[in-house]
T-cell receptor, first 112, second 111 residues
Framework: ETGVTQTPRHLVMGMTNKKSLKCEQH?????MYWYKQSAKKPLELMFV???????ENNSVPSRFSPECPNSSHLFLHLHTLQPEDSALYLC???????????FGQGTRLTVV | QQQVKQSPQSLIVQKGGISIINCAYE??????FPWYQQFPGKGPALLIA?????SEKKEGRFTISFNKSAKQFSLHIMDSQPGDSATYFC??????????FGQGTELSVKP
């Protein structure tokens, strides 16, 4: 285990549903990231948080809404998603200024 | 300039052979170059990493070769084993910031 825990591991949701993905780390890291991994594509960075503040949003549609209540927890709130949003969503963390990033196992999201 | 280009997209190697995956970058400010290994159903995990002050780093069967002037780095897996079958991602970052990933290489090692 990497020390980064994501729940749920699998999620199937309809296009009108609202759901949330959760990420938790107790590694003492203060930077947290959301990545999207689609089949046959590179990992796409979605959001970056440093010390609970969002420092980067890579033009992510507003149907994805991140929340970082503290340095140990990161959420991704989902609403009115599209089938093309189906992917593996990965959370990662590291120390700000530290190089190695630790990844969770991801949430496999299917939008029907 | 933020891109990291990785090749090949897929690679098939016989057991005991050498697997070689290549990456190229543009941003000369990058100062950290890791390789991640991802098995199906798992998140990526750090395999080995290098900084630009050295040209090679070896950990067991895994070696990174780094060519600063060419802005290229590569992963060599010696004596490849079926258990090495996974997707490999190169990445780069600057001053401990966000990682920029390559497109990934799906490695299959045949018995």
């Amino acid at each position: 285990e990497t020390g980064v825990t994501q729940t749920p591991r699998h999620l199937v949701m309809g296009m009108t549903n609202k759901k949330s993905l959760k990420c938790e780390q107790h590694l003492g890291h203060n930077a947290m990231y959301w990545y999207k991994q689609s089949a046959k594509k590179p990992l796409e960075l979605m959001f970056v948080y440093n010390f609970k503040e969002q420092t980067e949003n890579n033009s992510v549609p507003s149907r994805f809404s991140p929340e970082c209540p503290n340095s140990s927890h990161l959420f991704l709130h989902l609403h009115t998603l599209q089938p093309e949003d189906s992917a593996l969503y990965l959370c990662a963390s590291n120390r700000t200024g530290g190089a190695e990033a630790f990844f969770g196992q991801g949430t496999r999201l299917t939008v029907v | 300039q933020q891109q990291v280009k990785q090749s090949p997209q897929s690679l098939i190697v016989q057991k005991g052979g050498i697997s070689i995956i290549n990456c190229a970058y543009e941003n000369t400010a990058f100062d950290y170059f890791p390789w991640y290994q991802q098995f199906p159903g798992k998140g990526p995990a750090l395999l080995i990493a290098i900084r630009p002050d050295v040209s090679e780093k070896k950990e067991g069967r895994f070696t990174i070769s780094f060519n600063k002037s060419a802005k290229q780095f590569s992963l060599h897996i010696m004596d490849s084993q079926p258990g090495d079958s996974a997707t490999y991602f190169c990445a780069a970052s600057r001053q401990g910031g966000k990682l920029i990933f390559g497109q990934g290489t799906e490695l299959s090692v045949k018995p």
